[in-house]
């Protein structure tokens, strides 16, 4: 049963030496993951600092 699924639905499974051939598609997306994922972690740790910075301005009182 699990066989006809997966050929009426395309996918086929995959063993080792085919997996390390065809691994050069999956280094690219591996590499656009890590980017997104550094981008992801500084405006985490970027944004509480600018909020912080903007309260800390607009407290201040001038006379």
């Keep these: 049963m699990e066989e006809n699924l997966l050929l009426e639905t395309g996918?086929?499974?995959m063993d080792s030496s085919e997996l390390i051939?065809?691994?050069g598609a999956?280094?690219?997306?591996?590499?656009?993951?890590?980017?997104?994922?550094s981008l992801?972690?500084?405006?985490?740790?970027?944004i509480p600092k600018?909020?912080?910075?903007?309260?800390d301005g607009f407290a201040l009182k001038i006379f």
């Design 11 to 13: 996918w086929r499974e």
């Design 21 to 23: 051939l065809r691994g």
């Design 26 to 37: 999956s280094g690219i997306w591996a590499d656009v993951f890590n980017k997104a994922k």
């Design 40 to 46: 992801i972690n500084f405006i985490a740790d970027y």
């Design 50 to 55: 600018l909020v912080k910075g903007f309260l």
